[in-house]
């Protein structure tokens, strides 16, 4: 059973940056799809990032621009770089990654890391 871990969370003033890290204990990483959601505290889970099973990222509006994601196969890792923070970011980040290849944006994912929390103060 494939584990995933995230660290990189933390506190940042609006306009500053965080970089999520997600490491899988095995390549589950290397084909399907793979993400990063997030959930704030009274709302449902959103997609923040992710990418298609043709290897293409694809983003939510709200941090097009402001948001990149990338994967590391070698080491098994994905991350989420954010700048530009806002206070609407604030949430619990979870990355996922399912064998599927189809529907990404869609969260019945297999795998779910614990999540990280990111929090940006005005």
């Known amino acids: 059973q494939g584990h995933l871990e995230e660290s990189g969370g933390g506190s940042v003033q609006a306009g500053g940056s965080l970089t999520l890290s997600c490491v899988a204990s095995?390549?589950?990483?290397?084909?399907?799809?793979m993400g990063w959601f997030r959930q704030a505290p009274g709302k449902p889970r959103e997609g923040v990032a992710v990418?298609?099973?043709?290897?293409?990222?694809s983003y939510t509006e709200y941090v097009k621009g402001r948001f990149t994601i990338s994967k590391d196969n070698a080491k098994n890792s994905l991350h989420l770089q954010m700048n530009s923070l806002e206070p609407d970011d604030t949430a619990m980040y979870y990355c996922?990654?399912?064998?599927?290849?189809?529907?990404?944006?869609?969260?019945?994912?297999?795998?779910w890391g614990q999540g990280t929390q990111v929090t940006v103060s005005s």
């Open positions: 095995e390549r589950i990483f290397s084909s399907g799809c």
């Open positions: 996922a990654a399912d064998p599927r290849a189809f529907g990404c944006w869609v969260h019945n994912y297999t795998y």
């Open positions: 990418f298609e099973s043709d290897g293409r990222p």
